[in-house]
T-cell receptor, first 111, second 113 residues
Framework: ELKVEQNPLFLSMQEGKNYTIYCNYSTTSDRLYWYRQDPGKSLESLFVLLSNGAVKQEGRLMASLDTKARLSTLHITAAVHDLSATYFCAVLTGTASKLTFGTGTRLQVTL | NAGVTQTPKFRVLKTGQSMTLLCAQDMNHEYMYWYRQDPGMGLRLIHYSVGEGTTAKGEVPDGYNVSRLKKQNFLLGLESAAPSQTSVYFC????????????FGPGTRLLVL
């Protein structure tokens, strides 16, 4: 059974600081997704990482994938308040493109 | 394009009552999914469908049934609601091509008393 673990579960950071969210998964997969969820809202796709060594960047967020280590990271550079949200990683599993989600990391950026 | 829509947005049920949640997508996607989201547990897959007329069980299917009579609609039914089914339910769809990400609906908040 595939397990997807994120850490930390909660992150409070000051504006302007850098930090990294980690996503570990337990079995082989060649695709990993990052989503963002604002409170009371739906999930918004951020990144799709397709292969080992893949790196994607959008604004202050950069995601990477190491399939050998079964690890993905979401790096936040110079955080701003607008990045406050819950971030989920999800791993592609089995047939029908099913996703197994991590428990999420709630990010709070304070002034 | 409306994308993925869900009906209703919020519902309160009494234990033992039944209801159907409707998911509709106008993107002509083949694959559709139902998830539930509970605090501290992320999203868990309930049922999914890879095309019209097909359904399959996900990680937590007990207490739920689904139907996909039309390609654009995916229905989630609760025959006899239980307090443990209090949750936020999300529907998603995706195209079959390899790079396709899942697109999520706005969610249905369900409270079972």
């Amino acid at each position: 059974e595939l397990k997807v673990e994120q850490n930390p579960l909660f992150l409070s950071m000051q504006e302007g600081k850098n930090y990294t969210i980690y996503c570990n998964y337990s079995t082989t997969s060649d695709r990993l997704y990052w989503y963002r969820q604002d409170p009371g809202k739906s999930l918004e796709s951020l990144f799709v990482l397709l292969s080992n060594g893949a790196v994607k960047q959008e604004g202050r967020l950069m995601a990477s994938l190491d399939t050998k280590a079964r690890l993905s990271t979401l790096h936040i550079t110079a955080a701003v308040h607008d990045l406050s949200a819950t971030y989920f990683c999800a791993v592609l599993t089995g047939t029908a493109s099913k996703l197994t989600f991590g428990t999420g990391t709630r990010l709070q950026v304070t002034l | 394009n409306a994308g993925v829509t869900q009906t209703p947005k919020f519902r309160v049920l009494k234990t033992g009552q039944s209801m159907t949640l409707l998911c509709a997508q106008d993107m002509n996607h083949e694959y559709m999914y139902w998830y539930r989201q509970d605090p501290g547990m992320g999203l868990r897959l309930i049922h999914y469908s890879v095309g019209e007329g097909t359904t399959a069980k996900g990680e937590v299917p007990d207490g739920y049934n689904v139907s996909r009579l039309k390609k654009q609609n995916f229905l989630l039914g609760l025959e006899s609601a239980a307090p443990s089914q209090t949750s936020v339910y999300f529907c998603a769809s995706r195209p079959p091509e390899a790079l396709g990400t899942q697109y999520f609906g706005p969610g249905t908040r369900l409270l079972v008393l």
